[in-house]
């Protein structure tokens, strides 16, 4: 007999004839909160995991990015170092900073920053969510460079983290992000940045 | 009288036709194989803990960190309104789901098998580290990385590609502490617990190659020098490792929750990955993650959120590894399965939220355990993985205080469980035990008014032996210095309830 039959056939043997009927009760909802506090929330929660959130108007983003990315990388810093989701729209971008060309994802490693959209914010939680689209980028891109700096428009942020699965394509590569990188194998004690980007940045439009 | 048995493998216990014996369940399901992984110690718990409990450090350093996650896990649950409804939720998808978890593993396989996956079935350990080596020889790789996981330690996975000639590099902070410093682990979550930052200090300047002598023990220098010893491995990597939190049946999707960004390295950049993931851990649909994804986080690091889930279907063109392969894991689970009672057990969703309120686990850590599922659900997964004669001790190490059960995430009845196994071990004996001796005397006695009444009158001659202090002293002759040495036996009182009565009513 197979592994697989013969461990099938152990479940059914466990389980006997009469399985058990098991209601599940239903979970309230979310907190309704008007979209100003939906915002506001977002970026309290985001700022409580030592994340940088700079809010502004749809308009402001370009120059938003820029004061990200001076706060990050000091000011001096080069375009070239700066790599973009290949679905971020023209208007957010560095001018002179490369778009991701799907080089071997290690190479990746080199760029000191990268900037991407994402798929849907969580306020409860301060998540933010890429899904591999061209907007929020493959999962190496928002892995290998330091600095991240992620831009979240009003319309996409959710109040908790069902409302995101709602939203979200079960069979894309999903990356949900809840501050920078950080442990707590040292004594239980938080620690931010150790693989993954050691700075986060979120431009907040709207 | 004795109520810390020893385990059947310091001393085997001959077993009656038709009990249940180590090695199979009465229903004939397999347990978890002897001589593979690490579901066994060599020493029973009482043992274990008494040196673990002279290591004054050890207990410093365990009061510390579970005080601080204690606080914070308290803080963050508590902000949530319907936290008991989430609870009773999540408890109720679990039960639904092991109710009919052969259709759930069949839907599983044939869904990441339809997005480019590899489904394999996994009898026990042994058969599991097989297939894991084989699938790393075929890639012609010696090395991989690996991130922390649960499954693959229960099995020894490291062991056996050592064995065969493939390095393990351990990826987490708190498990590369463990590998370097040649330890084992002894918490579900932060594999290093016992250690604090300047024995972990020690552990980097002694074995990491290259590193600054100059390093301080400050945590974030310390979480630096890992980032740097292993970000070329990251980058040269072509295998990597991991288990699962859940996969979802209806769409074939994987989840690993992490915090440190060496899981998405291991899930993102080698050609392939491999995930070994006990048949447990499957859920039925996309929206049910939505409840554990609010409980798990919470109820584990004590954040509204760990810093990073990743979440996967197969193989996704140019995104991460071309090569997928998925193994499910028995190893004892479905023996567990047959247990009525015990099956909660396979509820767990791994938080460690009960090691951490645990009086017993904060006392004596988890290396007496034994195994590498410790503290009040190891006491109770462990010996029915692999049948409770082997790991007899272990339902007993607890006070049965229940605080474990208040903080289950998915609302496992420890408590209940522990009585159940100890019934199960007490049942299983054959020759009588100092215990059963004992009680069938008791039994005797109190169903003789005249031998009652002659025990109570005995029992003043306590009062001698404590010459006025509220407990007995500790030392007695045997056999009642097996219960005494462990516990505080009060000093009977002067007269019995019936003396009083009979005086009161006398006049």
Redesign the interface.
């Known amino acids: 007999m ?3 039959d ?3 056939g ?6 006997g004839e009469q ?10 909802g979310p ?1 309704s909160l008007a979209p100003a506090e939906l915002l506001h929330l977002l970026a309290e ?1 985001v700022e ?2 030592r994340a940088t959130v700079l809010r502004c108007t749809p308009d402001e983003v370009p120059a938003t990015v820029v004061r990200g990315l001076d706060l990050a990388l000091g000011a001096g810093w080069e375009p070239a170092d700066v790599v973009v989701a290949p679905g971020v729209p023209a208007a957010w971008r560095p001018s002179g900073a490369p778009e991701d060309d ?1 080089r071997p ?2 190479q990746l ?1 080199a760029f000191a920053a990268t900037l991407t959209g994402v798929a849907t914010a ?1 306020a ?4 933010l969510v890429l899904d ?1 689209s061209p907007l929020s980028g ?3 891109l928002s ?1 290998l460079p330091d600095v991240l700096v992620c831009v979240v428009e009003a319309a996409q942020v959710v109040p ?3 409302d995101a ?2 939203r979200l394509d ?22 931010e ?5 050691r700075t986060l940045v979120v431009v907040l439009a709207g | 009288m004795t109520t810390t048995p020893q385990d059947a493998r310091a001393e085997p216990t001959p077993l009656a036709p038709g009990a249940p014996r180590s090695g199979t369940t009465f ?4 347990t978890a194989p002897r001589g593979v992984g690490h579901l066994r110690g060599t020493q029973s718990f009482p043992d274990a803990a008494r040196t673990a409990l002279r290591d004054g450090q050890l207990r410093a ?1 365990l009061g ?3 005080t ?2 204690r606080g914070k896990r308290a803080a963050v649950v508590a902000e949530v ?2 936290w008991e ?2 609870r ?2 999540g408890k ?2 679990k ?2 789901t ?5 259709e759930h ?2 839907e599983l ?1 044939r869904q990441v098998t339809a ?1 480019g996956g590899t489904v ?4 026990d350990a042994t ?1 599991a580290n097989r297939i894991v080596t084989e699938l790393v020889r075929a890639t012609g790789s010696d090395e991989v990385v690996k991130v922390k996981s649960m499954a693959t330690q229960e099995i020894g996975l490291n062991e056996a590609l050592e064995a065969a000639g493939i390095e393990a590099i351990e ?4 498990e590369l ?1 463990v590998q370097l410093g040649e330890d084992s682990p002894s918490h579900i979550l ?1 594999p ?2 016992h250690k ?2 300047s024995e ?1 200090r020690e552990i980097f300047r002694r074995t990491i190659p290259g590193v600054d002598p100059g390093l301080t023990d400050e ?2 220098q ?3 020098a ?2 740097t010893h ?2 070329e491995r ?2 040269r990597a072509r295998v990597a490792v991991s288990g699962a939190n859940f996969a ?1 049946a209806e ?3 994987l989840a690993v929750v992490e ?4 899981g ?2 291991c ?3 080698p050609q392939t990955l491999i995930t070994v993931m006990g ?1 447990e851990k499957v859920v039925p649909r ?2 049910d ?3 554990f ?2 409980l798990l ?1 919470r109820s584990s ?1 004590g ?11 197969g193989v ?1 063109p ?3 590894p071309q090569e997928f392969h998925l193994v ?1 894991l ?1 190893n004892g689970r ?2 567990v ?2 247990d009525e009672v015990g ?1 909660e057990a396979l509820h767990c969703i791994r938080c460690s939220a009960c090691l951490n309120v645990c009086p017993v686990y904060e006392r004596a850590g988890g290396h007496a355990y034994g195994s590498v599922y410790p503290g009040p659900i190891g006491a109770v997964l462990s010996p029915q993985l692999t049948g409770v004669e082997d790991n007899a001790s272990l339902p007993y190490a607890s006070s049965l205080c229940g605080a474990c059960y208040d903080v289950c995430p998915v609302a496992i009845d420890i408590p209940s469980i522990l009585v159940h196994l100890r019934a199960e071990h007490v049942e299983a004996q054959t020759r009588p035990t100092a215990e059963s001796v004992a009680f069938r005397g008791l039994s005797r006695v109190m169903s003789n008014p005249r031998l009652w009444h002659l025990a109570q009158r005995a029992a003043g001659l306590g009062r001698f032996l404590s010459r006025g202090r509220p407990t007995l002293p500790a030392v007695l002759p045997p056999p009642v210095s097996a219960w005494t040495r462990t516990r505080d036996l009060p000093t009977p009182p002067g007269k019995s309830f019936v003396q009083q009565w009979t005086e009161e009513h006398r006049r």
């Not at chain 2, 092991?98 to 052969?102: G, I, K, R, V």
């Not at chain 2, 990826?171 to 708190?174: E, G, H, K, V």
């Open positions: 197979s592994a697989r013969e461990v099938l152990r479940i059914r043997t466990a389980l399985r058990p009927q098991v209601a599940v009760p239903p979970v309230p907190r929660r409580d995991y799907g994802a290690v490693a969580v409860e939680t301060g998540t591999g493959r999962r190496a892995l908790d983290v069902p699965l709602g079960p069979l894309a590569p999903l990356t949900m992000v809840s501050g920078p990188s950080a442990t707590s194998d040292i004594e239980l004690q938080r620690v940045g150790v693989h993954g980007p | 229903l004939g399901l397999p350093n510390r960190a579970t601080t996650i309104p319907h409804q989430l009773q939720a109720a998808l039960a639904a092991m109710a009919h978890l052969d593993l069949e396989e997005r394999h079935w996994a009898r058969e990826t987490d902070l708190a502490i932060v290093a617990i604090n930052r972990i945590p974030r310390l979480a630096m890992a980032r292993l970000r990251f980058l979802v769409t074939g999707t915090s440190e960004g060496n998405r390295m899930l993102t950049l048949i996309w929206e993650l939505g409840v994804l609010q986080p690091t954040e509204r959120m760990n810093p990073y889930t990743s979440t996967w279907a996704t140019g995104d991460g499910l028995d479905t023996a399965l047959a099956r």
